[in-house]
């Protein structure tokens, strides 16, 4: 009996389209979950890390991106399923971490304009101040995602990737009459050397090409009867989950995919090499509709009254839903991370600094000037 193929899948195979957008859209959906559920799961005192941060939610996608990276080198699904690869990378990873609301941190705690700033009326010092609390949120997001992608990629190189190699008993190697016979392994033990040589041959266990192929089944055909439930869940329950766990999933989706096309279609055009074109489109982007979003979800009318712009829950919610779910599934940490660690320093710092001085600065434009005239006050929702 034969291994499961996605290639032999009749239905995966005639319509190669609805098999990549099925399993693009459910793996966006569970990081969308991830995220927020992470988020929910680190709210609360006293914590070491503050709560309502997107910090863990970004190391975790940059875990399972490098994961994924390494394994990409060695296993055939990078090939045979590549659908797969692309749901995980892009598709989870992608949405289980946010650029936009990393931004956003930096500039609310620069700013002293948090909601706890504004609830308790607490600020820094003095001005200057803010310059540390950028380089704070700036340094740690950061480094913590740089060493969760790295860590990923132990794990994935050195933990994951010596099940799947063969371990011949003796290694044959081409000698030369000037080379002698060293042992081989740290055992100390001799191995007879010859003058023919063998290459380790890589193989698959079996169930791990089930759980492949189970993965890819259940991303492509779950899609449609999550998505429908989702809907209907919306519709009918217009508490806080329409702007928790329901509407923010499905305002992912399509941000998610103009992630994906803004990447395919940018990324690799040699007139725009000097560095990722696309996904810095996406994370300006999806940073400038965040930080107008906030402005109109928090903003007062007017300074004399503290009127709010919205009164209204279900107004709240929406905004709410689509700030979390299209903006964070539009902007990446994985893939902006991913994108310049095997790069020169002078491209890493390069891409870096024009990304985040670009959306730092949309954000001063639009919100600071906001706040700093007519001034925010807290969410009805």
Same mark, same amino acid.
């Given at each position: 009996?034969?291994?499961?193929?996605?290639?032999?899948?009749?239905?995966?195979?005639?319509?190669?389209?609805?098999?990549?957008?099925?399993?693009?859209?459910?793996?966006?959906?569970?990081?969308?979950?991830?995220?927020?559920?992470?988020?929910?799961?680190?709210?609360?005192?006293?914590?070491?890390?503050?709560?309502?941060?997107?910090?863990?939610?970004?190391?975790?996608?940059?875990?399972?991106?490098?994961?994924?990276?390494?394994?990409?080198?060695?296993?055939?699904?990078?090939?045979?399923?590549?659908?797969?690869?692309? #749901?995980?990378?892009?598709?989870?990873?992608?949405?289980?971490?946010?650029?936009?609301?990393?931004?956003?941190?930096?500039?609310?705690?620069?700013?002293?304009?948090?909601?706890?700033?504004?609830?308790?009326?607490?600020?820094?010092?003095?001005?200057?101040?803010?310059?540390?609390?950028?380089?704070?949120?700036?340094?740690?997001?950061?480094?913590?995602?740089? #060493?969760?992608?790295?860590?990923?990629?132990?794990?994935?190189?050195?933990?994951?990737?010596?099940?799947?190699?063969?371990?011949?008993?003796?290694?044959?190697?081409?000698?030369?009459?000037?080379?002698?016979?060293?042992?081989?392994?740290?055992?100390?033990?001799?191995?007879?050397?010859?003058?023919?040589?063998?290459?380790?041959?890589?193989?698959?266990?079996?169930?791990?090409?089930?759980?492949?192929?189970?993965?890819?089944?259940?991303?492509?055909?779950?899609?449609?009867?999550?998505?429908?439930?989702?809907?209907?869940?919306?519709?009918?329950?217009?508490?806080?989950?329409?702007?928790?766990?329901?509407?923010?999933?499905?305002?992912?989706?399509?941000?998610?995919?103009?992630?994906?096309?803004?990447?395919?279609?940018?990324?690799?055009?040699?007139?725009?090499?000097?560095?990722?074109?696309?996904?810095?489109?996406?994370?300006?982007?999806?940073?400038?509709?965040?930080?107008?979003?906030?402005?109109?979800?928090?903003?007062?009318?007017?300074?004399?009254?503290?009127?709010?712009?919205?009164?209204?829950?279900?107004?709240?919610?929406?905004?709410?839903?689509?700030?979390?779910?299209?903006?964070?599934?539009?902007?990446?940490?994985?893939?902006?991370?991913?994108?310049?660690?095997?790069?020169?320093?002078?491209?890493?710092?390069?891409?870096?600094?024009?990304?985040?001085?670009?959306?730092?600065?949309?954000?001063?434009?639009?919100?600071?000037?906001?706040?700093?005239?007519?001034?925010?006050?807290?969410?009805?929702?």
């Amino acid at each position: 009996m034969g291994l499961p193929s996605i290639s032999e899948n009749k239905h995966l195979k005639t319509n190669g389209t609805v098999h990549r957008i099925l399993c693009y859209t459910l793996a966006t959906i569970l990081g969308n979950y991830a995220r927020q559920g992470l988020e929910y799961l680190t709210n609360y005192e006293p914590s070491y890390v503050r709560p309502t941060t997107v910090l863990w939610a970004n190391c975790g996608g940059c875990i399972m991106m490098g994961l994924c990276q390494d394994l990409r080198e060695l296993f055939f699904y990078a090939n045979e399923y590549h659908v797969l690869f692309l #749901s995980i990378t892009t598709g989870f990873c992608g949405s289980f971490s946010s650029f936009s609301t990393m931004i956003i941190e930096m500039f609310t705690y620069s700013a002293s304009l948090t909601n706890e700033n504004i609830a308790t009326g607490s600020r820094l010092p003095n001005r200057a101040y803010g310059i540390m609390e950028f380089l704070s949120v700036m340094i740690v997001h950061l480094g913590v995602s740089l #060493s969760g992608l790295l860590l990923g990629r132990k794990l994935g190189k050195e933990v994951l990737i010596p099940y799947f190699i063969s371990r011949p008993t003796k290694t044959e190697v081409s000698l030369t009459d000037n080379e002698p016979t060293e042992p081989s392994d740290n055992s100390g033990e001799v191995i007879e050397k010859t003058d023919s040589y063998v290459e380790p041959e890589y193989y698959t266990p079996r169930w791990c090409v089930y759980i492949l192929f189970g993965l890819d089944l259940f991303l492509t055909y779950m899609s449609i009867p999550i998505l429908v439930m989702i809907i209907i869940l919306t519709a009918f329950y217009g508490n806080y989950s329409r702007g928790v766990w329901t509407l923010p999933v499905l305002f992912g989706i399509p941000g998610s995919f103009l992630r994906y096309y803004l990447s395919k279609w940018f990324n690799n055009r040699k007139s725009l090499s000097m560095f990722p074109v696309g996904t810095f489109i996406a994370n300006i982007s999806a940073t400038l509709i965040l930080s107008i979003l906030i402005m109109v979800q928090r903003g007062q009318k007017n300074g004399q009254t503290h009127e709010r712009i919205i009164n209204n829950k279900n107004t709240c919610h929406i905004v709410q839903a689509l700030g979390s779910g299209f903006c964070g599934s539009l902007s990446t940490v994985s893939t902006f991370i991913n994108e310049a660690h095997q790069k020169d320093i002078s491209y890493i710092l390069r891409y870096y600094f024009i990304t985040i001085f670009c959306a730092y600065c949309l954000c001063v434009i639009t919100l600071g000037s906001y706040s700093w005239t007519r001034g925010l006050t807290l969410p009805v929702c």
